[in-house]
């Protein structure tokens, strides 16, 4: 028998490691220079980690601040966290017609144009409070942010409307500091950042909280650190990219074995069914798998709909007892199938380990596919938000 879950309806479950987190946000801790804070990025349901789990998680490992694109997301900070105090913070949309309810709940907004801001000053003038705001730096990115003909008029704004707007910060984004490829746009952009700094305390008369970095510029660029840092994937341990992994290890010293971050997710599932199949009969849809000799096959209950890639067919694996089954024949789009012949108690009711640690083999997320810089971010965001999230 397995301990598979036998709690909940579903077909498989993630499962969040808390010691993994706090593991992750000491080691991060530990390359921030002194009063540099650190702000949580959980934009995509928390790397498709589930907010509802993590963001308690969080709280517990030290974080008192979030960040998030949409104002839907903000709404999801203001109903898990535990602690009201915790800071929630919007980078990209929300509308005009919703900037009085986030003003009236404390959330923090990104300003990168001229209507919004005007837009945050009525509205909290009309509701009698101030709004929190973060001025988005155009520095060389060129999505969204004030660019630099604009940065006099904005700050002399801010100063003038001082009573409705509470300037939080200033703020930019640099385009791709995961790879050195990027290093010379990155020092412009940096250099850009610090140009508009400078315009900002000449017209305000102090130089304000400034924050640029995400993961990969905070451990690669820790001279860009300024006062914040917004931490995305590093914190549910995953590298930015392998290049940042490899200038951290050579800097700090550690080895493949020994890898300071740790992975916090576990999707797991459960053997569904197991039966025999005879040399030569294709396995599945079409003629994609043939058995080329007397095969013992599981289904496994996740397919795509659950975010197991299609493109995984016939070359994708999953954990059961410890060893690796591989997938035969097409990924479906509520199963799979994988070659069981050599697992001996691989059984019906077995765990199956889709992505993370089960024995002394680990399933990791690069291996879903094409090893590619931004393959992490985009499979952990594609986790399905009805898969239950539980903590470990
Ligand atoms: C997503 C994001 C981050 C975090 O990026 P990671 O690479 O996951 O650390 C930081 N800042 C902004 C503006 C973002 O959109």
């Avoid at 058995?291 to 013992?296: E, L, N, P, T």
């Amino acid at each position: 028998m397995s301990n598979s879950s036998k709690r909940s309806l579903d077909s498989s479950r993630i499962v969040l490691h808390e010691e993994a987190l706090k593991q992750n946000i000491a080691f991060l801790k530990s390359h921030l220079r002194k009063g540099v804070s650190m702000s949580s990025v959980i934009k995509g349901n928390a790397y498709g980690h589930g907010i509802s789990t993590f963001i308690p998680m969080a709280e517990r490992a030290g974080i008192n601040h979030f960040s998030v694109f949409s104002a839907r997301e903000a709404e999801g900070v203001l109903k898990f966290r535990q602690n009201p105090d915790t800071g929630v913070m919007i980078m990209g949309m929300i509308r005009n017609e919703e900037l009085e309810w986030a003003i009236s709940e404390g959330v923090e907004i990104y300003i990168f144009e001229t209507d919004r801001l005007e837009a945050a000053c009525s509205a909290a003038q009309t509701i009698g409070r101030k709004a929190r705001i973060h001025v988005q730096i155009e520095t060389g990115m060129n999505r969204t942010g004030f660019e630099e003909q604009h940065w006099d008029e904005v700050f002399q704004y801010i100063k003038e409307q001082d009573s409705d707007l509470e300037l939080m910060g200033v703020c930019t984004h640099f385009a791709g500091a995961e790879s050195v490829a990027n290093y010379f746009r990155i020092q412009n952009q940096n250099r850009q950042f610090e140009k508009a700094l400078a315009a900002a305390e000449q017209r305000l008369g102090y130089r304000p909280m400034a924050h640029a970095s995400s993961s990969a510029a905070c451990l690669t660029y820790p001279e860009f650190q300024y006062d914040m840092v917004r931490i995305g994937i590093a914190q549910y341990g995953f590298w930015p990219s392998r290049e940042t992994y490899m200038h951290l290890a050579k800097s700090s010293g550690f080895m493949r074995d020994n890898d300071p971050l740790k992975r916090v997710l576990t999707w797991k599932s459960e053997v569904m069914s197991t039966k025999w199949v005879e040399e030569g009969e294709f396995i599945g849809y079409g003629n994609v798998y043939l058995a080329g000799r007397k095969m013992r096959i599981a289904t496994v209950p996740i397919g795509y709909t659950h975010g197991f890639a299609r493109n995984l067919t016939n070359t994708g694996y999953v954990l059961i007892n410890g060893e690796r089954a591989g997938v035969v024949g097409l990924v479906n789009m509520n199963m799979i199938t994988v070659d069981v012949t050599d697992i001996s108690g691989a059984e019906k009711g077995s765990e199956v380990v889709l992505i993370g640690r089960q024995g002394d083999d680990e399933i990791t997320v690069a291996s879903f596919g094409e090893m590619t810089n931004n393959l992490n971010y985009e499979i952990l965001v594609r986790l399905p938000a009805s898969i239950p999230r539980e903590k470990e």
